[in-house]
């Protein structure tokens, strides 16, 4: 038999489970014994090296790390009900409590001479522009919309998530010497291939909401929204109230999004329609409990 090779990580994954679970492979039990011991910037910087992003994720991640969590199963003999340790919310008490990161923030590698575009500025462009500037490469980000972001900016309401948060974090990458072209949607591939990029990364997300041409659907058009379109006009303060009855028609997180949007913007008796039952629709259970105690029903 071998023995364990600790200086791999893989073992860490596989024998720490929220460590496994997590998409990202977050050092879990590291980050939130710095913050035991007081040390925010330390763990933001942990999570920051893991995930990139760790003050929108200590907001918005689905946190598959939780049902994972030892302590889910430790404790089903101390209560009925078991609770994870709050690993996510312990991503944004690092990223809320921590100071001035200068001397922390790695700096970016001398130029290696090749250049890569990334088109879009979503959370997938600006990973890959990160990593690719600190080894070296003279990266481009082109994107539609005028400031970095991508569905972070665009989609998820400011309630769960605040500007100066995406701000801070994207710019932590553009600090790197990543060269930021907003308000330019590439047109052509053929273009962009022939200006002499060594590599380029698509990076342009999914920004289709699913229609239902249903009888009736064209003629009131003016009031039938689809969710990713409508909550983008919130987020840019296009759309400023709704009527006072709202259906909402889905059952995943964008629905929870739209009909906690909708509350807030005046919507008193909202209601949400799913084909399925409660328990099988698809949002997270903490966000179906927040459209809850919204005043929402279902
Ligand atoms: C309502 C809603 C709520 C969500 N909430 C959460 C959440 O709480 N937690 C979570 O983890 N995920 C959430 N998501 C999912 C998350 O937003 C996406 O998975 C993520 O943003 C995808 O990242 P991306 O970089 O691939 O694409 P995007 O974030 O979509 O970014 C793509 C970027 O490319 C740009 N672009 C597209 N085409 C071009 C072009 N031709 N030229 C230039 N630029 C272009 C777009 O303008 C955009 O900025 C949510 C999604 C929605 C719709
Ligand atoms: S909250 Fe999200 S990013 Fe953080 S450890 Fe859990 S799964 Fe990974």
Same mark, same amino acid.
Request: glycine share 12%; with cysteine.
């Given at each position: 038999?071998?023995?364990?090779?600790?200086?791999?990580?893989?073992?860490?994954?596989?024998?720490?489970?929220?460590?496994?679970?997590?998409?990202?492979?977050?050092?879990?039990?590291?980050?939130?014994?710095?913050?035991?011991?007081?040390?925010?910037?330390?763990?933001?910087?942990?999570?920051?090296?893991?995930?990139?992003?760790?003050?929108v994720?200590?907001r918005t991640?689905?946190?598959?790390?939780?049902?994972?969590?030892?302590?889910?199963?430790?404790?089903?003999?101390?209560?009925?009900?078991?609770?994870?340790?709050?690993?996510?919310?312990?991503?944004?008490?690092?990223?809320?409590?921590?100071?001035?990161?200068?001397?922390?923030?790695?700096?970016?590698?001398?130029?290696?001479?090749?250049?890569?575009?990334?088109? %879009?500025a979503g959370? !997938?462009?600006?990973?890959?522009?990160?990593?690719?500037?600190?080894? =070296?490469?003279? @990266?481009? /980000?082109?994107d539609a919309d005028p400031k970095a972001g991508g569905f972070m900016r665009s989609q998820v309401p400011r309630f769960r998530l605040p500007e100066s948060v995406i701000d801070?974090?994207c710019?932590?990458?553009?600090?790197?010497?990543?060269?930021?072209?907003?308000?330019?949607?590439?047109?052509?591939?053929?273009?962009?291939?022939?200006?002499?990029?060594?590599?380029?990364?698509?990076?342009?997300g999914?920004p289709?909401g699913?229609?239902?041409?249903?009888?009736?659907?064209?003629?009131?058009?003016?009031?039938?929204h689809l969710g990713i379109d409508w909550l983008a006009s919130v987020s840019f303060q296009h759309i400023e109230k709704i009527?006072?009855?709202?259906?909402?028609?889905? %059952?995943?997180n964008t !629905?929870?999004d739209c009909?906690r949007s909708a509350?807030r913007l005046? =919507?008193?008796? @909202?209601? /949400?329609?799913?084909?399925?039952?409660?328990?099988?629709?698809?949002?997270?259970?903490?966000?179906?409990?927040?459209?809850?105690?919204?005043?929402?029903?279902?």
């Open positions: 038999m071998r023995p364990t090779d600790i200086r791999k990580p893989d073992y860490f994954h596989k024998v720490v489970d929220c460590q496994w679970a997590c998409p990202a492979h977050t050092p879990v039990p590291e980050y939130i014994r710095l913050i035991a011991a007081g040390k925010h910037d330390a763990a933001y910087m942990v999570n920051w090296w893991s995930n990139v992003f760790p003050g994720l200590g991640c689905d946190r598959p790390c939780e049902p994972a969590c030892r302590r889910g199963r430790v404790e089903e003999g101390n209560g009925e009900k078991p609770e994870p340790v709050a690993i996510c919310r312990l991503k944004r008490v690092a990223a809320d409590n921590k100071g001035d990161l200068g001397a922390y923030m790695p700096k970016a590698k001398g130029g290696n001479g090749k250049r890569v575009a990334c088109i %879009g959370p !997938a462009s600006m990973t890959v522009a990160r990593d690719l500037a600190l080894e =070296g490469y003279a @990266v481009t /980000v082109f801070e974090e710019d932590f990458i553009l600090d790197l010497g990543v060269e930021f072209r907003g308000g330019t949607r590439v047109e052509s591939l053929k273009n962009l291939i022939g200006q002499g990029w060594d590599a380029i990364f698509v990076g342009s999914a289709r699913r229609d239902l041409d249903l009888p009736g659907r064209r003629e009131a058009a003016a009031n039938i009527g006072r009855r709202v259906i909402v028609l889905g %059952g995943g !629905a929870m009909c509350r005046g =919507g008193e008796d @909202v209601k /949400v329609i799913v084909r399925s039952g409660y328990e099988e629709m698809k949002a997270s259970p903490w966000e179906k409990k927040t459209r809850n105690t919204k005043g929402s029903r279902s």
